[in-house]
DNA sequence: GAGCAATGTTGACACCGTACACCAGAGTCG
DNA sequence: CGACTCTGGTGTACGGTGTCAACATTGCTC
């Protein structure tokens, strides 16, 4: 070993993720990952174009982990109701419960001309699915399909946010469990109720 | 003049509000700042503790500058209905056209022991003041209130975020007036309508 | 084995926040 | 009037950052 590294993007990227756990996106800097991974600062240029570049990358498997922790609060047997109730709370589970990682699952990178999504991110897709499957069981109106997926990821991302870096910082977990199933249940509630458009 | 500088706090702080406009928080250094008001760097440690206390101040005034537009936004002789919802899309519009403001107003400075809320910041005071006027006129009954604030900030706050940072950042305007008005109401919808808790 | 592309290293530059020591000016008191 | 002190500025310096340019080393291929 020493000189070549080998498999530098990934140690990076897996050091990111350790680090990032804990202090966020703030705390991936180029030199400070370099140092642990015992190279030099500029050896990570090979394979980063610079800070914002390797953020990203990070960022990407804190999507997939993200995704996987939803994906694993959705028991097979559930309800299309109840699986879209646990795609909101598994989202909001683990911006409270890994608050580094998420600040980073939701970096979006500015990529395509404007207009267009590239493809969805994992978690996106999971809420995506839950809707459809409710519609298929009549659960939800297929006339009130459309842009149900804002609605519900509006509500559940800000309330993540509104935990994780706004005024319910602070509250007590046994609160936020309470709040959030309301809150969740609320959204839900105005996709599947009566109203007009 | 020019040796002492007489209002420094304060020009700091409006050269602040500037710079974020456009900038954002990341904008807003002590030397940028500093030498923008013609004054050496260290001077602004006689007003501010540091740079996070320098960018809090800023932030305060943002969040009256976003009050200031949400209530700007509610005609006097609306409906409670018809408040609510501008209280929400204000918050949003607010969001989209003062990109740089609006990431400020929502820093939330970690003060006081946790479980306590400090008083509410303007903005918030709004949404609670028209959550009451809907109650009050009968548009929500009384044993719905309760956190209906948590299920409304949550909502909006999350669109808000998703066309500032998230997914929704391209997407043109009227697009993002429709879906806004839409999220706001299947929120309302689900406050208002006949549920469980 | 020679040449080459990939991947490291070293050194330097410009910038940042901020700690420390010092100085200018205004106000007060003997 | 002159000295004393308080407030609010200045200068210098330290350790940190991201990043560029030039150079060294390695492994792959002809």
């Not at 570049?53 to 995704?67: I, K, T």
């Not at 580094?100 to 500015?110: K, M, P």
């Not at 509500?155 to 005024?167: I, K, M, N, Q, S």
């Not at 509630?189 to 109203?195: A, R, V």
Request: charged share 20%; with cysteine; glycine share 10%.
């Amino acid at each position: 070993m020493s000189y070549h590294h080998g498999g530098l993007r990934a140690a990076l990227i897996a050091e990111g993720l350790r680090v990032a756990r804990t202090g966020g996106a703030a705390a991936l800097g180029m030199r400070e990952l370099t140092r642990a991974v015992g190279v030099s600062p500029n050896a990570a240029y090979r394979h980063f174009a610079d800070r914002q570049a390797l953020v990203l990358a990070v960022a990407l498997e804190a999507q997939d982990l993200l995704a996987d922790a939803m994906r694993a609060r959705i028991a097979p047997s559930a309800s299309p109701l109840d699986r879209l109730r646990a795609v909101g709370l598994g989202y909001i589970h683990f911006a409270r419960t890994e608050r580094g990682w998420f600040e980073l699952a939701i970096l979006t990178r500015d990529d395509g001309p404007p207009g267009t999504n590239g493809p969805f991110p994992a978690p996106f897709q999971l809420l995506l699915d839950a809707l459809d499957g409710l519609v298929a069981s009549g659960g939800l109106p297929a006339a009130r399909r459309a842009h149900a997926e804002w609605a519900c990821w509006s509500t559940v991302h800000g309330f993540a946010d509104l935990t994780t870096r706004g005024p319910l910082r602070r509250q007590d977990p046994a609160t936020l469990d309470a709040l959030a199933s309301y809150v969740v249940d609320t959204v839900i509630e105005g996709l599947t109720s009566g109203g007009s458009t």
